[in-house]
């Protein structure tokens, strides 16, 4: 429908320019709300009006490469929506290669892939390596669906004029027939996604899977067959981990593994990595250093402006966030060993950090009392969450990436839906500021802690208590095994525990004189734990 109806918008269109109605054509667009692209598009269907899908093999590597060339080159200020067109060309590419049976659409896919973090999408093309796999359901679900893309006006003008000098009819028409461009006043910083043929989002929904609380039943995990993840670290190394995992029960306590930090003067936070082979910390002078276990050696980081107070690591690995004093987030890579975004948006300081578990999605809150949701593609805040009343000191993404979880210097903790962007959930117990939030038990059991040791596990289907734990100390850790068969919690008084499902205490584990900053357990099951070493007092 949606399709058709831009056929028909552009006809109309050409028609009343072609008769010089040059009146009507105005008021046919403004009352018809005509948008930006398919302006363009009539613009050049003069020039492509007989233009077909190439059967010349050297047009498809061409048309691609000398697009990718274009968008990386053009300006700093559209480069980022430009970009965004390059997976769609390369998807769609590729499947007319497929479609019309040419014997490299292989190498055209193993050349150019590798450029692109949608991973799932991906998988799901490398599988539509003939004609007539392109007639399954996965098939149909590209060729039938449309691409959107946020895009700017002189970004999509800029684009148009391109096309237009070098005469690409093959990247035309593949633009024309599989993308839907919505054109925006300024830059966007959204990845593209597919529509079907009413021209709703297919994939907004399952990016987060947003949905509300089930009135019966356990929180849903829907499957994310189409969300968009980055490239993981080791993919082998954790299948293997995973396939080797330690059963934990009751009476079998978990291996530790506990880093302390000596010269470590002025660390405020830090986190470990899923695997466990690196460790990361955010110091008072504005600097972060981390520690790869394996190859032994350290990395120094510099961006802040002022004390760093919350680092996370990215669920790959590849990838780690820090946000501090000055109220920025910081995305760093690991490849390139540099900060490859900077995200403004909190007013004072940001004491919280947690990535989703696809690591396409992170969380931050801060000093201005809001939490955000960012996404590791874009420079702008995807949901921005107010309602505390004082600082946000924890966040925590739903393991199906349905919900945000906050905590608050303001004693309560609170449950935002993504996709309406409202609470659904507030819980008041503690009586003092909450540090510490921990989803358990496939997201339907939320752990949170406090300052005062008070330990509270919360049913998120009743929104009740179902057990608390007096622990001692500020609780500032928590981390739940694979099988969300135990717990594990961390303190500023220099104790680690191990906690069963119904709260009892099995294993209390003191330090001399390290606190438990950062916690977790890997994917083999291991609990690896860190701390500075403190001053004798």
Known sequence: MIMERKEAEQGVLSFLKSKGYLSACNALKAEAHISVAIECAIRLEHIFSTAQTATVVSNYFENYQRLQTWADRTLPKYRPDLQRLLFPAFAFLYLEMVRHSLSEAQNFFLQFSGEHAYKEDLGLLATLNSARKLESEAGRFF??????????????QLLMSFIESEGFSLMYWVVSKYVDFEVTAETSGSKAVLLDKEG??????????????????????????????????????????????????????PPVCFHTLYDAEGLLCADVSEDGSSLVGGF?????????LRQSTTLCFRGHSGSVFAVKFSPCGRLFVSGGEDGCVRLWSLLSTSAVAVLKGHVFSVWALAFSPQGFYFASGGADCSARVWSTDGVQAVRVFIGHLSDVTAVRLHPASQYLASASADKTVRVWDLDIGQCVRLLAGHCMPVRVLEFAWGGRWLLSGDEGGLLCMWDMQESSVQWTRQLEGALVSASASHEDTLLSIGSEANHLWVLSPKGAVLFDCPTKRTPVLALTFTWLNLLVAMGPMTATT
């Open 284 to 292: 008072e002078d504005s600097s972060l250093r981390l520690w790869d």
């Open 143 to 156: 060729l039938e669906n449309m691409m959107r893309i946020k895009i700017s006006k002189c970004a999509l």
């Open 200 to 253: 709703r989002d297919i994939r907004n929904s399952e990016h987060l899977n947003l949905l509300p609380f089930p009135e019966e039943g356990r929180v849903r995990r829907e499957a994310k067959t189409w969300t968009p993840r980055l490239f993981t670290v080791a993919e082998a190394r954790r299948e293997e981990d995973e396939q080797n995992r330690l059963t934990l029960s009751e009476m079998q306590p």
